[in-house]
């Protein structure tokens, strides 16, 4: 299954896909679902409804303490598809946006980006980064954002095909 970047995400996937568009694994899937936070249908095969992954993530940063006072907008998370899984597993952060987890977590601290938690793993908001990456337009925040961050041209760390290089 292709997805071209800025187009919407489809309403289902494939759970086959959802690491590649989603960020988490099948069977971090299957758990979610079982436990009520996601939905799967089963046609021919298994498909993620689109929506509950989206109506999860928007729980889990409207839950998490460490995000009140954040004025990042919600409005936008996932209604893009930007190249990248719409989370990203915090060890994993450099290989999509190039920066640090260091510099992740500092992020966070200052409520540039959203995480949310599932299990034990957290995943940064993709739709946080493409936010304070790409528009936040030529002023940012003093010190919001690594400076390594703001000399990145937009899809810098993409292929031409949405593929993190």
Known sequence: MSHKIGLSYPLTVPLVDCERLFGF????????????DIEIKSFRRKLIV?????????RKIHDAPH??????????????????????????IHN??????KTAYRLVEKCEILTVKIG??????????VNILFHQGSKPKPGAVHKA?????????????????
Not at 26 to 31: D, E, F, I, P, Q
Not at 72 to 91: F, N
Not at 96 to 101: A, G, L, Q, V
Request: hydrophobic share 40%.
């Open 149 to 165: 961050a703001h000399h990145v041209e937009p899809n810098a760390c993409l292929s031409q095909e949405g593929e993190p290089r």
């Open 96 to 101: 999509f946006c190039c920066f640090s987890r």
């Open 25 to 36: 694994s099948s069977a971090t899937a299957a758990r979610l679902a079982i436990q009520g």
């Open 67 to 92: 995000h009140a006072g954040c004025t990042i907008p919600l409005d936008s998370v996932m209604l893009k598809y930007y190249g990248i899984p719409s989370l990203i597993h915090m060890s994993h």
């Open 50 to 58: 689109t929506e509950s992954v989206r109506a999860m993530i928007l």
């Open 120 to 129: 034990a793993a957290r995943f940064i908001v993709s739709d946080s980064v």
